[in-house]
């Protein structure tokens, strides 16, 4: 499975509500050299808020993940096309304590989309991938920003700017020499269930992207069948009608009268009568001449000897 991750620096910060607001994806080059394209990628998004609004009643309008992970952090409570600067703006509620504390003390510094790449093709003006994006969620990140990065922080309807967590500024005096402490004890190493958690989360990934095509093929056989409906019923009506019909007059096919005997005339193997009777159905109109085969093959059905 292709899996794509682009990173946008959050906005604002409304820490009453615990909202947090930025763009989910725009149609600009990202750190990879790749553009997202916005009118083929829209759809995707559009879709996607729905289902989370109608799995959720109404709650939702799509999962806010913390770094791609299985920590669900919050969910999204509105989204925004904003097809004028082609990109797409939405507003997070993050309910984890955790990921919240994350979120205050600047260490999340964006949102990053997750989820596949449906299409990619060259960009004629800069040369670089553009491609068409299908999400699965959407994720608080913590790559690192410029040094001036900011984000609005509002508290009790006070605004405030804040810098994101950021490496430690160079400086040109020397540090102070500390006195000698004790080392601290060695970190553990990363447990194995980490990694094996890890995979799992790619496998439920693959597993979602498999059930989310079985579900769009579903759909579409029974928008097939629900399309066939009407013209079985109509086919099943005419049948009827052709059945209600009388028999043609089996006369036609049957063995020549006494009279062409008096003639002198001996039908040979049934051939006369045959004759005779294609004749008479030649003479009648298409529309009678239609009916009366019709009937005559539905008298005598051919039965197949094995």
Known sequence: MTTLAMFLPLAKVDVDQRIVQGIATAEKPDRGGEICDYATTKPYFRAWSAQAHAASGGKSLGAVRAM???????????????????RIVVAAKVVDDDEWAKVLEGVYTGFSQGGRYVDKWEDADTGLTRYTAEPHEISLVDL?????????????????????????????????????????????????????LGKAAIALTEAADKLERA????LGLRKAVAELAPRLAVLDKRLSTLEA??????????????????????????????????????????????????????ANPIVRRF
């Open 144 to 196: 690192p920003c410029l040094p001036d990065a900011t984000f609005e922080l509002v508290r009790s309807g006070v605004s405030e700017f804040r810098k994101f967590v950021g490496a430690k500024p160079a400086t040109s005096q020397p540090e102070p020499v500390a006195a000698p402490v004790a080392p601290e004890p060695k970190a553990p190493e990363k447990p194995a269930h980490i990694e094996a």
């Open 68 to 86: 791609h992970g299985l920590v669900a952090a919050g969910k999204l409570t509105n989204i925004d096309f904003d097809d004028d600067n082609k």
């Open 215 to 218: 579900i769009e093929e579903n």
């Open 245 to 298: 019909q009388p028999a043609p007059p089996r006369a036609l096919l049957r063995a020549p009268p006494r009279e062409s005997d008096a003639r002198g005339e001996t039908a040979v193997d049934g051939v006369d009568s045959v004759e005779r009777a294609i004749k008479q159905l030649a003479a009648l109109p298409d529309e009678q001449r239609a009916l009366a085969l019709t009937k005559v093959s539905l």
